[in-house]
């Protein structure tokens, strides 16, 4: 179905697809001919229905960064995060965005000055410059080793008129194009990051790091949250010459930050869960009013920097509907309350890397106020979640 569907957006692209394309050279030094506002790419109408697989490449000092989406079933994977479900849509405006690019100007065909386009990219030597991206596209063909039917490195871009730098990869000639392709390497762009948006005053109570939060609603409808007296040592900040309470000033800094926390939850990257025990100093336990929420918490034994959870939910019985809530749902960071059961069904056996700002938060809830912007901290992070009212 999805396959039809893609077929259908690409043809309507390339609608205006003539016979001006001549050649699609093999060789590393021939050069197809195209006359000006043709089609750059309009073989891409003709094998999008058979595309099962799609390599994205950006360069960077000292590094590539790929990614592999596939076609598997009725939709598609990102293959370089484990298998994790693609939104088609993405797939679909790449694929039409290649479609869409016509000529507007031929450009240099000397190797030396495809650098001062984005397009210094050779098989020994990807781009360094990071301006530089390759996309290949492979249809259905049972030979694993087959050759991609599309192979296109995508230089700078330029506005007024939206145009950019492009080039087939066996080839040296380059070409303006209008319209333009960003090839995103980022995991976010590829699938659905946002992962919770919970509306304020959802969150009754949270356990974190030996303290626990209570909230309260008021006549008003508004939740406020106190600090319970039975805190046990902070974990993360204990020291060989002792343990570190939770003091008055810190609980102030957990009651601002951590009850909002869920407010905006998104993801950097997903990977298959690798087990191990939980960080209890990263970890938080969310009470609510339909259901509750663990966040498991895990550093990365390679990149100790990096922080991934997982979840643990369920449903209350009895619980209040969130249709009303829901209902007022109408774009991706509205608040929401999902169906908790459906939620852990979704997420089991998945960790998310979380942003580096949405980690500071969480860290930064058991520091003393005159902390929680310094010690590395980001200043221009601000510790508290913005909610739906901000």
Known sequence: MKSKQLAVIVALAA?????????????????????????FLPQVAEVAP????IELERGGAGETT????????????????????????????????????????????????????????????????????RVRLYDDSTDTGAAPVVDVVLGEERANPRAQ????????????????????????????????????????GVTFNG????????????VTYAAAENATP???????????????????????????????????????????????????????????LK??????????SAVWISFEAAPKEGAPSADEINAKKKYPGDPYIPDWKAFAAKHAGWEYKLPGWKLNALEEAAKLPDEATGDGADPNQPTRIPSARD
């Open 15 to 39: 609608i205006s697809v003539g016979g001006a394309y001549l050649a699609l050279s093999k060789g590393g030094s021939k050069s197809s001919e195209i006359a000006r506002g043709e089609p």
């Open 50 to 53: 058979k595309v099962v697989r």
């Open 66 to 133: 790929r990614r592999e989406l596939r076609k598997e079933g009725d939709g598609w994977i990102l293959v370089t995060s484990d298998g994790y479900p693609v939104r088609f849509e993405e797939v679909k405006g790449l694929v039409a965005g290649l479609t869409s690019l016509k000529i507007d100007d031929r450009m240099t065909a000397k190797k030396e000055r495809h650098g001062e386009l984005g397009l210094a990219w050779t098989a020994e030597t990807p781009d360094s410059s990071g301006r530089g991206a």
């Open 165 to 204: 730098f492009v080039r087939r990869f066996s080839e040296d000639q380059c070409w303006r194009v209008l319209g333009s392709v960003l090839v995103d390497i980022d995991p976010r762009r590829w699938v659905e990051a946002e992962l919770l948006a919970i509306p304020d005053g959802e969150v009754r």
């Open 211 to 222: 303290l626990t939060l209570v909230g309260t609603e008021g006549a008003d409808g508004r």
């Open 234 to 292: 902070l974990a993360a900040l204990a020291t060989e010459s002792g343990t570190v309470q939770w003091t008055d000033a810190r609980k102030e800094v957990a009651i601002r930050t951590l009850p909002n926390w869920l407010s905006r939850l998104e993801l950097d990257d997903v990977r298959r869960a690798k087990g191990g025990a939980p960080d209890p100093t990263l970890s938080a336990t969310f009470d609510m009013v339909r259901g509750t």
């Open 295 to 304: 966040v498991n918490a895990v550093r990365d034994a390679s990149d100790p």
